[in-house]
């Protein structure tokens, strides 16, 4: 079965700080999503990647898919308290089941 | 614009009492899904619908069953509740079931006692 991987588990930066968060898949991706999640709160939409080399941005956020479809990237620029939350990248694994990785926490000091 | 709707938010159970949790998708989206966050743990797949037809099966357990009706809404339905089921249940919705962007309702947070 395919799974998510996601690195780092949990990051502290400091505010203005940028930072990545990898997700990487045990096999080819048919679509990647980024998702963000505040504690305790529901899962919000941030993109959607499906082709091997697409990249997304969304305000300072910006999103990646390697060209072997096996791995994305989310990089955030600037990092704002606002940021602070769980992140979590999901895919379609081919048959209709949709499975998450194991999660970024992060928190951004003022 | 309106979002996936999900009632009741909060829910409190008995062991062994049942619960219906509903999910109202974005107008003209036809794909439900359901998801249970426990406690610290990432969303599990339990199950979705595509034009009132079950499309896939995660993890849900057999005392646990969920439909979705003629006006596209869905209800999971539990029954036996443990307290292994207390967790956040989220229901999205979706146009289509592949590579199409889902949409999150807010959740219902179901504390068994």
């Known amino acids: 079965s395919q799974e998510l991987e996601q690195s780092p588990q949990s990051l502290i930066v400091q505010e203005g700080k940028n930072l990545t968060i990898n997700c990487t898949s045990s096999?080819?991706?048919?679509?990647l999503y980024w998702y963000k999640q505040k504690y305790g709160e529901g899962l919000i939409f941030l993109m959607m990647?499906?082709?091997?080399?697409e990249e997304k941005s969304h305000e300072k956020i910006t999103a990646k898919l390697d060209e072997k479809k096996q791995q994305s990237s989310l990089h955030i620029t600037a990092s704002q308290p606002s940021h602070a939350g769980i992140y979590l990248c999901?895919?379609?694994?081919?048959?209709?089941?949709?499975?998450f990785g194991t999660g970024t926490r992060l928190k951004v000091l003022a | 614009a309106a979002g996936v709707i999900q009632s009741p938010r909060h829910l409190i159970k008995e062991k062994r009492e049942t619960a219906t949790l509903k999910c109202y998708p974005i107008?003209?989206?036809?794909?439900v899904y359901w998801y249970q966050q426990g406690p610290g743990q990432d969303p599990q797949f339990l199950i979705s619908?595509?034009?009132?037809?079950?499309?896939d099966k995660g993890s849900i357990p057999d005392r646990f069953s969920a439909q979705q009706f003629s006006d596209y809404h869905s209800e999971l339905n539990m029954s036996s509740l443990e307290l292994g089921d207390s967790a956040l249940y989220f229901c999205?919705?979706?146009?289509?079931?592949?590579?199409?962007?889902?949409?999150f309702g807010p959740g219902t947070r179901l504390t068994v006692l």
């Open positions: 619908f595509y034009e009132k037809m079950q499309s």
């Open positions: 999901g895919a379609d694994s081919g048959t209709y089941k949709y499975i």
């Open positions: 990647l499906q082709k091997g080399g």
């Open positions: 107008p003209r989206h036809d794909t």
């Open positions: 096999k080819t991706l048919y679509g």
């Open positions: 999205a919705s979706s146009l289509g079931v592949r590579d199409n962007e889902q949409f």
